[in-house]
């Protein structure tokens, strides 16, 4: 099965810096978009970053200044660089992949566990 782990969550105080990331393994054919997203405590997920293979990148508004995503597609990681973080960045940070593991499989979502992303004020 596809696997994604992430690291590099922790505690840092407001304006301070983080770097994510993800390791998908398992038995994969192809990846094609990775991502980012969120979630703090009673809110809904929510989009943080996405990169395609060929580097084509979306943010959402709230982070784009701050926040940096890229991917090492031969070693199927994506990494979030995380500066100038505010109070209001805390939440639980997961990796996202889209991939198949067969050339005549289907398209799926893949989920890492999470790491937690704490912002002290």
């Known amino acids: 099965q596809v696997q994604l782990e992430e690291s590099g969550g922790g505690l840092v105080q407001a304006g301070g810096s983080l770097r994510l990331s993800c390791v998908a393994s398992?038995?994969?054919?192809?990846?094609?978009?990775m991502g980012w997203y969120r979630q703090a405590p009673g809110k809904q997920r929510e989009l943080v970053a996405t990169?395609?293979?060929?580097?084509?990148?979306n943010y959402a508004d709230s982070i784009k200044a701050r926040f940096t995503i890229s991917r090492d597609n031969a070693k199927n990681t994506v990494f979030l660089q995380m500066n100038s973080l505010k109070p209001e960045d805390t939440a639980v940070y997961y990796c996202?992949?889209?991939?198949?593991?067969?050339?005549?499989?289907?398209?799926?979502?893949?989920w890492g566990q999470g790491t937690q992303v704490t912002v002290s004020s």
């Open positions: 996202n992949a889209n991939a198949k593991k067969q050339p005549w499989g289907m398209w799926s979502n893949y």
């Open positions: 990169i395609t293979s060929a580097g084509s990148t």
């Open positions: 398992g038995n994969i054919f192809n990846i094609n978009a």
